[in-house]
């Protein structure tokens, strides 16, 4: 593979943190199966899950907060020189 | 007048040897003032430590029948203080040698007025510290010599003189509602039972950055010079979380303010793509989070709170002096320009990497073990949807401080590294690789490595940070569940930052914010206001002089020359109208 292309070398490297996290991810998993996390969720709700909570607040937490926040940066951007008018 | 010059000999306020060394400063002479700049931080922050606290240690001065106190220090008030001198030490460090003379004495009064605040014991000594923060950080702004550095310093100015009216105003009500302990109008917590309590809060949140004014953190600090921003991001924010802590603990309007102004920091830095304005926006986020727990209002909390002030005080000193160095390095600050710095800086890119950890709160870091103190509590208070919205605002700092910061930054490879400043302009490119391109030299490095050697030790020693509270081992961070946790809200999210990569691309423009409402829709108004009471005006100037011409010619028409009571008559008509009348006479009075 030819990494002398900026583009071609940032992808490679990109793909490959990619790969990094989402394995770490998948190990941060199978260690709450030795030590089962604990969340208040657990005593609001009993039906909340045990096994991987912090994971799945953060991961659909985010997933929330992404699109929204695409959305607001579309409705909010302006020209720079929108207060120079 | 002193109240006892013997007792208080050694109580000299460290604050206003700040302010008074800082008004001497701009006339010494370089030499001089480098050395005030390194020693005289060093030298406060010994009186600070061998300072005692409470009633014996305090200094009161009478002044219009109010007992003044300048020196009544707490271990909270004393925290706050120390960390401060350390930020003003090392921002001090960092502007050294770019700064203007005019900024450095312009920061020892800023630093001079918070540490007066943190230290002072009544509420009018607070409000004349306060004042004095406002206008020193505003000479800060106009000396950063940005584009808009004039326009957003007087907007800063605006913003801070409001607070300080409603702060000056609920002041004046407590003084009236009678208030008044037997030490003056002490500055201690206040009970949510009159006007004057909203008035003092409004003000402080003013400082604070609540809504609806967080906009002036991202408008007005990224004009400030690449150590202006140093020093603004230390100050004024924290000084206003200390009077907070102080005053308004457990108040739970304080908790919505709180998330909003954190949720706030992370969906704006997401869409900005100045690297010194995600950092602004990051300010407010990590604010939101000391600004929620003061809410909750426990001791853990507040001790969280607390804290976290310290922790955030020192990555993001690390972060902003990584950015200055890189804007004075390039010339640049916009992440479409930057990229590939690792090379080229490898040593502000590691002090970076180790703030940007402590941001997001990897083990081992100094917010690792405060932050969790907060969402400790909130889950143990039973505040399931605070603690909910702050775990998730933990994970989301990944897109502001940080990762994207030094993701954009250092380390996007998708675009060519920035040329340095120098070699832009044309000079010798040897001379630029060592003078310009690569990372601060001297004072400067000192500077942000002392910080993120902090960051690290806070990290790996969090007792020495809780024993200045009174709290050593009362809390303990490492556990394995605590650690694993940590990494787990952590990881997802970087994993979901390099997925989205493509999607948070840096982009021109700017973000409309609630300043819109200032800067355009209500100067519209005045416009329209202004453009109708001018209309309005003339209309009525006009109407006043058409009926002055009518009542003129009206005169002319007459008595002037030609006017029938001007003209000549003939003595016949003369005599046949005196003929008339006194006929009309004759009738008149035999009719009567």
């Not at chain 2, 007025?113 to 510290?129: A, Q």
């Not at chain 2, 004057?196 to 010079?225: E, K, M, R």
């Not at chain 2, 932050?371 to 919205?389: C, F, G, P, R, Y």
């Not at chain 2, 030094?406 to 996007?412: A, E, G, I, S, V």
């Amino acid at each position: 593979m030819n990494v002398s292309h900026p583009n071609k070398a940032h992808n490679s490297y990109v793909k490959r943190l990619i790969y990094l996290l989402a394995g770490g991810c998948l190990l941060l998993l199978g260690m709450d199966l030795f030590h089962p996390p604990h969340s208040p969720l657990q005593h609001s709700s009993p039906h909340a899950p045990v096994t991987g909570i912090y994971l799945l607040i953060s991961g659909v937490g985010l997933l929330i907060i992404l699109p929204l926040s695409r959305l607001l940066g579309w409705l909010l951007r302006r020209r720079e020189e929108f207060y120079d008018r | 007048m002193i109240a006892d010059p013997v007792a208080t000999l050694g109580l000299v306020p460290p604050g206003l040897i700040l302010i008074g060394s800082g008004l001497v400063l701009f006339f010494l002479p370089s030499r001089v003032r480098s050395l005030i700049v390194v020693v005289l931080p060093l030298l406060l922050l010994v009186q600070l430590v061998l300072m005692g606290q409470g009633e014996h240690n305090t200094l009161t001065l009478s002044w219009l029948n109010q007992t003044l106190t300048l020196l009544r220090p707490s271990a909270t008030g004393k925290l706050f203080a120390t960390v401060f001198l350390f930020a003003l030490w090392a921002g001090g460090l960092f502007a050294l040698k770019t700064a203007h003379r005019g900024e450095l004495a312009a920061a020892f009064i800023y630093a001079g007025g918070s540490i007066g605040i943190c230290l002072c014991g009544d509420w009018i000594t607070l409000f004349g510290f306060w004042e004095v923060m406002a206008l020193a950080s505003t000479f800060i702004i106009w000396n950063g010599q940005q584009g808009d550095s004039r326009r957003a310093g007087m907007r800063y100015l605006l913003v801070h003189l409001a607070g300080g009216v409603l702060l000056l105003t609920g002041i004046a009500g407590l003084a009236i509602s009678g208030e008044i302990a037997e030490g003056g109008l002490t500055f201690a917590h206040l009970t949510p039972d009159s006007l004057h309590y909203w008035l003092i809060l409004a003000g402080i949140l003013v400082n604070a950055g609540a809504p609806p004014l967080s906009f002036w953190i991202a408008d007005a600090y990224p004009q400030a010079s690449p150590s202006g921003m140093v020093f603004l991001s230390a100050f004024t924010t924290k000084t206003a979380v200390f009077v907070l802590i102080t005053a308004f603990a457990g108040e739970v309007l304080l908790i919505p303010i709180g998330l909003y102004m954190a949720f706030y920091g992370i969906v704006y830095a997401l869409l900005e793509s100045d690297v010194r304005r995600i950092l602004a926006y990051s300010i407010v986020n990590q604010v939101g989070f000391m600004v929620t727990a003061i809410g909750i209002g426990t001791t853990t909390a507040l001790h969280g709170a607390t804290t976290h002030a310290v922790a955030h005080i020192l990555y993001k000193m690390v972060l902003l002096m990584g950015a200055g160095s890189v804007l004075l390095a390039t010339g640049h600050s916009q992440a479409a320009k930057l990229g590939r710095l690792w090379r080229s800086m490898p040593w502000t890119t590691g002090c970076v990497l180790i703030g940007a950890a402590a941001s997001m709160g990897v083990p081992w870091t100094s917010s690792f073990v405060t932050k969790s103190l907060i969402l400790q509590d909130a889950a143990e208070s039973h505040n399931t949807m605070v603690w909910l919205l702050l775990t998730l605002c933990s994970a989301a700092v990944v897109f502001n401080a940080g990762i994207r910061f030094p993701w954009l930054t250092f380390f996007q490879l998708d675009r060519p590294a920035p040329q340095p400043l120098e070699a832009e302009q044309g000079q010798n490119q040897e001379q630029d690789n060592k003078q310009t391109s690569g990372d601060p030299r001297g004072w400067s490095r000192i500077a942000i490595t002392a910080a993120a050697a902090l960051c690290l030790l806070v990290g790996w020693f969090p007792q020495l940070l809780y024993a200045q509270l009174g709290a050593a081992g009362l809390y303990h961070p490492y556990t394995w569940p605590h650690i694993i946790e940590q990494l787990q809200i952590l990881l997802p999210a970087m994993l979901l930052f390099f997925l989205s990569l493509r999607w948070f691309q840096p982009q021109r423009g700017l973000l409309l914010d609630t300043d819109w409402l200032f800067r355009s829709a209500l100067y519209n108004l005045w416009l329209w206001f202004s453009h109708v009471l001018k209309n309005r005006f003339q209309v009525f100037i006009r109407f006043l002089f058409n009926s002055q011409i009518r009542s003129f010619n009206f005169l002319f028409r007459h008595y002037g020359p030609r006017g029938i009571l001007a003209r000549s008559w003939p003595t016949g008509s003369i005599a046949l109208w005196v003929a008339i009348i006194l006929a009309s006479y004759v009738v008149l009075y035999s009719v009567q």
